[in-house]
């Protein structure tokens, strides 16, 4: 087994310097312009000309200081949050490279803006949350365009609103919370439609509120914390509606609530120097203890394969001391304390690798870590010893790339690195290190682009990136599948 896994590491030593390269160009898209490039090479060895840096302008004049947030896939475009002068913060979208960014409809006229927020997929719509002037913050929807942009429900009615918030998604409903004068606030799900959404319960009733937090999704149901002055509760809410309580805490807080299969795990935390792990079945009061961690708090929680990834172990910012033989290591469990253990001490001692930003995809954990020789660098995992190894040294020697805002999405993995040659960069990978490299070099030479907010939407992703520190705006990168690379694509004038 071990000779066989050490076959990939062979090979991409033997050829990764032939075919580890990326595709295609990035276009930039800031408000209403859209900026087409020509590819930057993104093998580390070819440099650029100003022919390959040059861009194509498209659609109105650019308006600076857009701001896009909020990236949201749907109706076969992207939508986004963006201010624009005498606009103000409004809903925006972009079909990438196919057409420029537009308003999809301007729902407060004038500077002030409606502010979308909260930006969620459903079914063909994409719900948010806006305040036109008339309404107060409400729930809206949009199918990407002016008359089918409408809202849901004018849940308070006046200029105050319902103010939702906490957008979770759950099969074919979205949770939310909201607040009306008759019940305070409290937890609403919607289908989309006015008739569909509904105030799901009164967890305390009248005009008084509980505080409502942690919503998520859990399968076909939802699971979320009330706290009020006798307890921190936990609740699972399934799909008819109905909600039942899992766990009752006269102290503490529950936190990092993270649904596996049919467990949903979480910490408590009563104030001490230790967390302690717990997981629940659908049944009520089914909680149990899993173990106990020291310093600081297990974090990055991850779900795979029906168990649940994390790091642990590391010492905490006030001098908690953690595993004082694993250091900060990435552990896993199964719900029992006999399967809550290390995956891999990747940097033996008591310092640890620090993994961070999870992500799990076909199967795979994906995460950076640092082994103590390599820098900081990405890493895959399938939950055991001996398939945790290294994706690829991306920046050679003790400095490591740092891997940051890992995505994953239809089978590719995305996220930003930084090496000496080009700063920190949008990178793409399956998890191999032959098909792992750089998408584009938006900022010239050393220089970072900073990029985060990874959107696929078809065969482009979306981003959000600078070719300044003071200059962020929506990029689109076309990602180009590697055979393409080898067939002759170069002759299309966007080059491999």
């Given amino acids: 087994m071990k000779a066989w896994r050490g076959v990939p590491v062979l090979v991409s030593v033997l050829v990764g310097s032939l075919i580890g390269v990326g595709c295609g160009p990035a276009a930039e898209v800031r408000g209403g312009e859209a900026i087409a490039s020509v590819r930057s090479s993104v093998d580390a060895a070819t440099g650029e000309t100003d022919e390959e840096k040059a861009r194509r302008a498209c659609g109105p004049e650019q308006v600076p200081g857009s701001k896009p947030e909020w990236l949201s896939r749907g109706a076969g475009r992207l939508f986004f949050s963006a201010e624009a002068e005498g606009l103000g913060r409004e809903l925006w979208s972009s079909k990438g490279r196919a057409g420029c960014a537009s308003v999809v409809k301007d729902l407060r006229p004038g500077g002030m803006g409606s502010v979308p927020r909260f930006l969620t997929p459903l079914a063909s719509w994409v719900l948010f949350v806006a305040d036109d002037g008339e309404h107060g913050p409400e729930l809206w929807r949009t199918d990407g365009t002016d008359t089918g942009t409408v809202m849901v429900k004018d849940v308070l009615p006046g200029e105050r609103g319902s103010a939702p918030g906490a957008l979770t998604r759950v099969g074919d409903w979205v949770y939310f919370t909201a607040t009306d004068f008759a019940h305070g606030q409290e937890l609403w799900r919607t289908d989309g439609t006015e008739a569909g959404t509904r105030l799901v319960r009164e967890f305390a009733p009248g005009p008084g509120s509980l ?80 173990r106990d961690f020291s310093g600081e708090f297990p974090s990055s929680f991850t779900a795979m394969n029906g168990q649940v990834f994390f790091m642990a172990g590391a010492d905490g910012v006030f001098g908690e001391q953690g595993d004082t033989r694993h250091g900060g290591e990435l552990w896993r469990s199964d719900g029992t304390a006999a399967g809550t253990r290390v995956v891999r001490d990747i940097w033996p001692g008591p310092k640890g690798s620090l993994p961070s930003n999870l992500v799990a995809m076909d199967g795979v954990l994906y995460f950076a870590a ?127």
């Avoid at 309580?245 to 990092?256: Q, T």
């Avoid at 891997?403 to 995305?414: I, K, M, N, Q, R």
């Fill in 211 to 290: 505080l409502l937090t942690s919503l998520t999704a859990w399968g076909d149901q939802l699971a979320l914390v009330t706290y009020s002055s006798e307890a921190a509760v936990l609740w699972s809410v399934d799909s008819k509606g109905q909600a039942r309580i899992l766990h009752e805490s006269a102290v503490g807080v529950l936190s990092s609530l993270t649904a596996s299969g049919r467990r949903l795990f979480f910490l408590r935390d009563v104030g001490t120097d230790t967390a302690e792990l717990w997981v629940a079945s659908e049944r009520q009061g089914s909680a149990t203890r899993v």
């Fill in 370 to 496: 640092e082994d103590g020789w390599r820098g900081r660098e990405l890493w895959r995992s399938d939950g055991t010893l001996l398939g945790t190894w290294m994706v690829w040294d991306l920046q050679w020697g003790e400095q490591g790339s740092e891997p940051e805002s890992l995505v994953a999405e239809d089978g590719s993995l995305f996220f930003s690195a930084k090496t000496v040659l080009h700063g920190r960069e949008a990178w793409m990978s399956d998890g191999w290190l032959w098909n792992t490299r750089r998408l584009t070099d938006i900022a010239p030479g050393a220089s970072s682009s900073d990029p985060y907010s990874f959107v696929r939407l078809g065969s482009e992703l979306f981003f959000l990136a600078g070719e300044t520190l003071t200059d962020e705006a929506l990029w689109v990168a076309p990602l180009r599948l590697f055979g393409q690379c080898l067939g002759g694509a170069a002759s299309d004038g966007r080059g491999c």
